[in-house]
């Protein structure tokens, strides 16, 4: 993968379970695990403007890589807008992962039984 510039997170994707809550470090060193890992989305959320992440490009891998867009507070429905027509132009509902449930031929609903 290139360079974090290029992606949404800061580094490449951890381990489903790697930034879990409950149980461990204090709350600072929590958050401060999250936002290592994905700074970008943090003084969004605090600020309260509207963000969306979309999978717009796509890597060597075959991994999607995602932009964030950003609008002015209050303005989702400007957000809305300009990623409807990002999907309508660059379309990535059939787009899937080498690794990913579509391509080992299996639904949703299939893996969410294999873990109860």
């Known amino acids: 993968m290139r360079p974090a510039r290029d992606a949404t997170l800061a580094r490449l994707p951890v381990p489903h379970g790697t930034l879990i809550h409950g149980e461990g470090p204090a709350v600072e060193e929590r958050l401060r695990a999250i936002f290592d890992f994905a700074p970008f ?23 999607p890589i995602g932009v964030q ?15 409807a027509r990002l999907e309508e132009a660059l379309p990535w509902r059939d787009r899937t992962p080498a690794v990913s449930l579509a391509a080992a031929g299996r639904r949703p609903e299939d893996a969410e039984r294999s873990l109860r």
């Not at 867009?69 to 990623?83: Q, T």
Request: charged share 15%; aromatic share 8%; net charge positive.
């Open 69 to 83: 867009l950003v609008a002015p507070y209050g303005r989702e429905d400007l957000l809305l807008r300009v990623a």
């Open 41 to 63: 989305t943090m003084p969004f959320n605090v600020a309260g403007q509207p963000a969306i992440s979309l999978p717009l490009g796509w890597s060597a891998g075959r991994l």
